[in-house]
Structures are given as C-alpha cells and as structure tokens.
C-alpha cells in the first residue's frame, strides 16, 4: 500500500468559519479588515488553522457546495474598501450597501444591491486606461494565465445574465455549451459584462492571495472545502460537457446523490451530474488535476467533500423522484490521487469521510494517508466502540466539535434525550453545563492530530447560530458575528486557549 499524501505528522488546532459569516459594513463578510482582524484573534489564540466553506460563485439556495464554476471566487466577498480609497467608488455609491443587515445576511437585498456597485468599479476601471489596480499585477496576463477555465467561465455568467438567470439548459441551441457558443455572434452586451466578471476574479485573486500570505506571516494555514460533485448549471459542464454523463441534449442520463438510511428512507437525491470516469482517464485526469491546482491557489489545506464517492459513486437515473433506485458504481479511486499526487506532490488534502462508510472506502483512505474525520457530535449515546468517540482515534485523523451542517453544540445538547446527555457527562466527567467548552476540551485533548471547532462553539451560541441544515431550502448560509462578539471571545478566552493548546501539543 501506497501512503501518497501523508502530511499531518504533527499536532494544531483551528477554527471553522465560513468567510461570509464575517462582520463588514457591506452586507456580507468579505477579504477585507474583518478577515484581517480573526486571522488576528487566531494567532493570539494560539490556532494554526483557519477552516472556511468552498468560495466559489453561489446561485439559488446561496450553498457554497452548488456553485457556478469549481475555479472562480464569488465577487461578494471582494473587498471594496481599496476602490473608495482609490476614488473608483464614492460614499454615495455603497449607501445602500451599508444599510443591509449586520447580523445576518439577505441575500436577495444583497443580488441587487451589491451587482451595480461591481460593475461601477470596472466600468472606473476601464476608463481609467490602467493594465493593473495597484499592485494587484496586470489584468490582462491574470486573464491570459488563468485562461484554460476563466474565459468559459466570464461568458458562461455573461450569457446567464442576458438570459435572466436561465439554467444553460434553457438557452436557445446555439449557446447550450461553450464549444457551440464560440461558433456564434454573442448578443449584445454579453462580452462587455464577461469582461467585468472577468475583472471581478482579477480582484478576488489578489485580494484572496493578499490574505492568504497575511495568514501565513502569522502562523495560519487556510483549509478550504473542494465539493466532491459540481452543479449543473455551472461553467464546468457548459464547458467540459464530455466529462459527465450527460444526453445530447445536455441533460443528465444519471445524477448523484447517497442511498436510504438510518437519516432518510428514501435517501438523498442531490442531482449533480456524475463524472464520466472513462473520460477522465483517458485525459490523465487532467481537469482534476487542474481543479486541485486551483483549489491550491485558494487554500493550504484542502478538504475533500464526500471521500466515499472517490470509491464508488451512487448513480441515480435522472427521471427518478427519490433516491432509492440507485446503484454503486466504482470509480477509479486510487489511480485519480495518484495522478494528483504526481502533479501536485506536497498537496495537504483531507478526506471527509464521514457517513456509511465501506471497507473499501477506509481500505482507500488509508492508502492515500489522507486523514480522515471524526465528529464529536456523532460520538454519543452508543456503545464504547464509537469510532466517533475520543479513545477510538487514529492520530491521522481531524476531529470537530461539529462541522458547518450541524447545529452548534449548545443546540445539539439541548435538543438531545436525557440518556445520551447522561452518556456524554459520564464519558466527558462534565457537568455539562459548559458543554461547548466541554467538547471543545475533548477535541484539543485527543490522539487527532488537528482538532477543528466552529466559531460558534467558542462563543457557546445557541440553534440561533447554526448555518446550514441539511435538506432545507431556506434560511441557511445567513449567520454571522458582530465585532465585538470577537473582541469579548478574546479578552475572556484567547489566553486561556493558548494555554490549553500547549498543554495538549498544538
């Protein structure tokens, strides 16, 4: 057995926020001071790691996990500070951005508010004749090197927005992919607004790259999700149609989605489009390679979402209503990482393992030397062989309080039966009522060799807090701090973590 990528030799901790959950004055939390200021608070806390949600393009639903393009950045979290500074923008031109909420975020306020004021910024740009914003580097070689991905991409949203947000699919037949495009006169307008979303990712880049090498000066990696499935409606099946299964149409022959469980009887129908593996091989796995390469650009740590299906995927026929009809097919496993590993060779990637997990799955993770995950919130109210529980660990393993599709820990403990909470108190020695802080003590105290827990556990929030919850479409990816939420967590607790960090190896 191969031990491909076997890179968490040593203990840390971070934290888990999504970038949008920020504190800004526009909206949403964005790569500015707010992002600046936590990367302040994690080394003074003592953590390594900041861990973020997928920052690609969000369409309906506003999930970082359906994204239109698994290469781009979503131009809401730009920072526009350095445009008023710049005289791009003036005051008047983001009032109505700094009415929008603080503690949560609208984002059908936000579709509308926040696009103009982008366009604004490039229409200055233009005119103003410079190659490059300040020492962002020059326009047009960021364009030239990012070509293989961002030229589909920039008139992929381009078209969409002429066609008033239609899915691809409903597009008249000469631009339903970008081969057939390219053989076509675009409809007015359309470059000109590819060329400004070309421009919004000349700026998410740098801005990205500006905080990442910040981070980096302070002794914090960022780990970052890569979606396992990409969406439909996205730039990359527009693109690489031949890289799904997909009818001629462009429509899926068979989509993704995980079996019927002990959670739901007829399981979970996603309906991404499924890879087309064959084609994958036969190009060395080139796009893969390519996305990793990407996701590299963006973090130091990559997390692959739904490990499993790199194993064996779930194919259900597209016409289906539920889950349940679906069959396992396999994948090519092994060879893909060898590939990247060949590319990529000093990639730091984890594997999300979690869920119903096979032999062959765990027989696959082990080969690679990913680290696998354990939840501490899946850990309770079984038996002492819990793989979830503390004692169980493999140090090559990421263990979390919970993740971003969890409720906090104060809203799970809450809402759990007496037997269970009797269970964890008795496994902890807690009383529990501290029981965020309880977990979060069990976490850094374990055999893992990287302990991770969401913000909101630190501040011991309450359901109020939670980010997503799994199968439900409304309300979810809204959450977030206000400053001086951080600044108390601070004062009354970063050198309590320090402390407890060292005592513990991280």
Known sequence: ???LFNWLQERSAGVLLHVSSLPSDTGIGNLGSGAYRYIDFLER??????????????????????????FA???YFIDLQPFLEDGLLTASDIEALRSLPRDHIDYGALYTTLWPVLRRVYEHFKDSGKKAFRDYGIFAKFRESQAAWLEDYSVFVGLKEHFNGQSWLEWPAGFRSAAASKKQTLPPGVQEAADA??????????????????????GVEIMGDAPIFVALDSADVWANPELFQLKKDGRPKTVAGVPPDYFSATGQLWGNPLYEWSAHEATRFAWWIDRIRSN???YDIVRLDHFRGFESYWS???RETTAINGKWKPCPGLKLFEAIQKACPGAKLVAEDLGVITEAVDALRVSTGLPGMAVLQFAFGGEADNAYLPHNYDRNTVVYSGTHDNDTTLGWYAALDEATQDHIRRYLGVSGEAISWDLIRAGIRSSAHLAVFPLQ??????SEARLNTPGSQTGNWRWRYASDQLDQLEAESAPYLRELLALYGR
Do not use: E
């Open 197 to 218: 979303h070309a421009f919004y990712q000349y700026i998410f880049y740098a801005q990205l790259a500006k905080l990442r090498a910040y981070a980096a000066r302070h």
């Open 316 to 318: 259900v026929p597209a």
């Open 457 to 462: 556990d630190l501040m011991s929030l309450g």
């Open 1 to 3: 057995m191969s031990n």
């Open 73 to 75: 950045g979503n131009p």
């Open 45 to 70: 806390s003592g953590f390594a790691i900041w861990q973020i949600c997928p920052l690609g393009p969000t369409g309906y639903g506003d999930s970082p996990y359906q994204c239109f393009s698994a």
């Open 296 to 298: 590299l650009d963006f």
